[in-house]
């Protein structure tokens, strides 16, 4: 009868019935996995050579799909915030292509398929929950190492050439929904690319006519915590 009365209130206090919340209530962290696709893209910026020459008319980046597996680490912060680390395995695939006559459709294209080792670091603000739930929103800064650059080897002769490794800026919303045994968490996020990552290489033209290359993505997470 006092338990039953003491759940009820709790229930009330949050707002709806919250059971399974309070279990994870109690517990100042946890862990987890997360799952994840991914479509990335570069962002060129035009340098003052792109004017001055007339063999390539356009460059521009297209999205290439990707996926990503990682282990969750969550430390809890008073009743709405969690500071979170989230060591990830990220294959992503970003092109640039470069139009060369546009009434014959003539183009090069570069792909970069890449294999990331990430360490994101999360802010995570949450609403107060309602019926086992509850919404939150992140910010937070990420490194990634691509552990399968190329970028000394065969990226000196082709068109560009791309640094291993990158920081980028992320922010994203979701929601938590409590279950007996774990917490299932769908997020979407964007990463903005910080650095340029562009390796500039004065022999090739398709280098020589861009100022920088950012970094894009977007990623929809499903994370399974506990």
Request: proline share 4%; aromatic share 16%.
């Amino acid at each position: 009868m006092a338990v039953a009365l003491t759940t009820t209130l709790s229930g009330q206090r949050y707002g709806g019935t919250n059971y399974n919340f309070q279990g994870f209530q109690r517990k100042p962290y946890y862990f987890g996995i997360t799952l994840g696709y991914n479509t990335s893209t570069f962002k060129p910026f035009r340098s003052k050579e792109f004017l001055m020459r007339d063999s390539i008319k356009v460059v521009e980046g297209l999205n290439g799909p990707g996926f990503n597996l990682g282990i969750v680490t969550n430390l809890k912060v008073g009743q709405y915030f969690d500071f979170r680390l989230l060591p990830t395995l990220s294959f992503a695939e970003r092109n640039i292509e470069y139009s060369k006559d546009l009434r014959s459709g003539v183009f090069a294209q570069r792909k970069v398929e890449s294999v990331f080792v990430e360490l994101p670091f999360q802010v995570r603000y949450k609403s107060a929950p309602f019926n086992d739930q509850r919404w939150f929103v992140l910010l937070g800064v990420k490194y990634g190492f691509d552990v399968a650059s190329d970028s000394r080897t065969r990226q000196a002769a082709s068109l560009v050439r791309i640094a291993p490794n990158e920081f980028s800026l992320e922010y994203g919303a979701g929601m938590q929904f409590f279950f007996p045994y774990f917490i299932f968490s769908p997020e979407i996020k964007i990463s903005h690319g910080l650095g340029n990552t562009l390796i500039y290489n004065p022999n090739l033209e398709e280098s020589t006519i861009l100022e920088k290359i950012l970094s894009r993505a977007f990623t929809i997470s499903l994370h399974f915590e506990g």
